[in-house]
C-alpha cells in the first residue's frame, strides 16, 4: 500500500544508512524540538486536546525507520534495466500462498460472498490482497506508527505526507482505536490491509456487523475495507482483471505504443500497450492461454513482462484498481495469478 505513496516522493539512495540517520541533527533532541510545529498542525486539523495531550509525551525519535527510509533502492541515472517478472511471482505466488488462501477462501465463503455482492469486487483478490499484504495476517509489522511517521515527518524530505499521515494516525486515535493497536510497517501501513491511516479513515469499514472497522483483528472488517477500497478506485463488477495470453511472433508491437502518460506512477503505465477491445486483441492472434476471455466489448491493454516469446496478460480497468492499491506492474500481476490460483 504504502509503494505508491513512496513512488510519488522516491527517496534518493546512496551507501552507509546508518550513519546517514545519525547526519543533520536527527537525534530525540531534534525530534522534541520539531514536535510543536507537529502539535500546531494536529490542532489545526482537528484532533482532540485529549489525544494531543496523551500521545505528545510518549513521542520518541525512530532512528531505524530513517535508516530503513534512506536504505530503500533509488535506481540510478536514466532508465534502470527492468528485472524479470518470473522471480518475483515465484515469491509471491508460493505453493504456500495459494493453499492457505484457498483455506481462507473456503472458511470465509459466506462472508466473502455477501462482501462481494456488496461491494462488486471478485472475492478471490480479496483474499489475494490480504495474502500478498501480510500473509494472511501472520506478518503485519511491528513499528510504532506514531513514532514512526513522526519520525519520518521531522526528517523532514517528505514533511508534508507523512505529517499528514500522522494527523490521521491521531484522528484515529480519537475515533476509539488504542496507540497499541496502532503498529504496522515503518512508513506507516496497518492491519491485514497494511492501510495507511489517511485511507483507515477514508474507506475502513465494518465486515461483521459488530460496529467497527478493526483491520487488525477481524478478517471480515478487513476484506470488507479492501473491497471497499477497489470499489472506490473503479472495480466494474463480473470482469476479470486480466487474462495470461500467448502473442504471435509477427504482432507490430510499434503500432502498439500507448500515447497517454498517466498522471501517478507513470513509468509503470508506460509499459502497457494502447486500449483495445479484447474482440481487436483476438483479431490481431492474441490467444488466451486459459481460454477464458472476457467479453469481446471490454476493453484490456496487453504487458509483457518478461519481453517477446513468453507468457503475457491482456489487463482490464480492474487491473488498475490493484495498481491504485499498490503502483507496481509486478505486484498487481501477481495479486491477479494469485487470486486465479485460489479461486481455482
Known amino acids: 500500500m504504502m509503494a505508491m505513496l513512496l513512488a510519488a516522493f522516491p527517496p534518493w539512495n546512496s551507501g552507509g544508512a546508518a550513519a546517514m540517520a545519525q547526519t543533520g541533527g536527527l537525534n530525540q533532541a531534534g525530534f522534541e524540538m520539531y514536535l510543536p510545529q507537529l502539535r500546531a498542525q494536529a490542532l489545526a486539523a482537528g484532533v482532540t486536546p485529549s ?11 525512530s532512528s531505524r525507520t530513517i535508516e530503513l527510509d534512506r536504505g530503500q533502492p533509488g535506481g540510478s541515472a536514466g532508465n534502470p534495466a527492468i528485472p524479470p517478472f518470473a522471480p518475483y511471482r515465484a515469491r509471491h505466488v508460493t505453493p504456500s500462498l495459494i493453499s492457505r488462501g484457498e483455506a481462507r477462501y473456503a472458511s470465509n465463503i459466506g462472508q466473502l460472498n455477501a462482501i462481494g455482492r456488496r461491494y462488486g469486487v471478485e472475492p478471490s483478490v480479496l483474499v489475494a490482497i490480504w495474502g500478498h499484504e501480510t500473509s494472511y495476517g501472520a506478518v503485519t509489522g511491528d513499528f510504532d506508527l506514531l513514532n514512526s511517521l513522526a519520525s519520518l515527518a521531522y526528517e523532514g524530505r517528505r514533511r508534508d505526507l507523512f ?54 483483528n477481524s478478517q471480515a472488517d478487513a476484506l470488507a475495507s479492501i473491497a471497499n477500497y477497489l470499489s472506490n478506485a473503479g472495480w466494474k463488477p463480473n470482469v476479470t482483471w486480466g487474462v495470461p495470453v500467448s502473442v504471435p511472433a509477427g504482432l507490430d508491437r510499434a503500432a502498439l ?19 483495445k477491445t479484447i474482440g481487436e486483441w483476438r483479431r490481431l492472434g492474441i490467444v488466451a492461454q486459459n481460454g477464458r476471455w472476457p467479453a469481446d466489448h471490454e476493453f484490456a491493454s496487453l504487458l509483457e513482462p518478461d519481453g517477446p516469446g513468453q507468457t503475457a496478460y491482456l489487463l482490464t480497468n480492474n487491473y488498475r484498481t490493484i495498481l491504485d492499491y ?9 495479486v491477479g495469478i494469485l487470486a486465479d490460483e485460489i479461486a481455482r
Not at 51 to 61: C, G, W
Not at 172 to 192: E, F, I, N, P
Not at 201 to 211: C, E, F, K
Not at 258 to 275: D, F, I
Open 51 to 61: 489525544t494531543i495531550d496523551r500521545v505528545f509525551p510518549t513521542l520518541q525519535f
Open 163 to 216: 505529517s499528514e499521515e500522522f494527523v490521521a494516525a491521531l484522528k484515529m486515535v480519537d475515533r476509539g482505536v488504542q496507540r497499541s493497536q496502532l503498529k504496522g510497517s515503518w512508513a506507516g501501513a496497518t492491519g491485514y490491509p497494511q492501510f495507511l491511516p489517511s485511507v483507515y479513515l477514508r474507506l475502513a469499514v465494518d465486515g461483521d456487523g459488530d460496529g467497527d472497522a478493526d483491520i487488525w
Open 257 to 275: 505504443g500507448t500515447r497517454l502518460v498517466a498522471p501517478r506512477c507513470p513509468r509503470v503505465h508506460e509499459r502497457h500497450s494502447r486500449w
Open 326 to 334: 499498490n503502483c507496481s506492474n509486478f505486484y498487481a500481476l501477481s
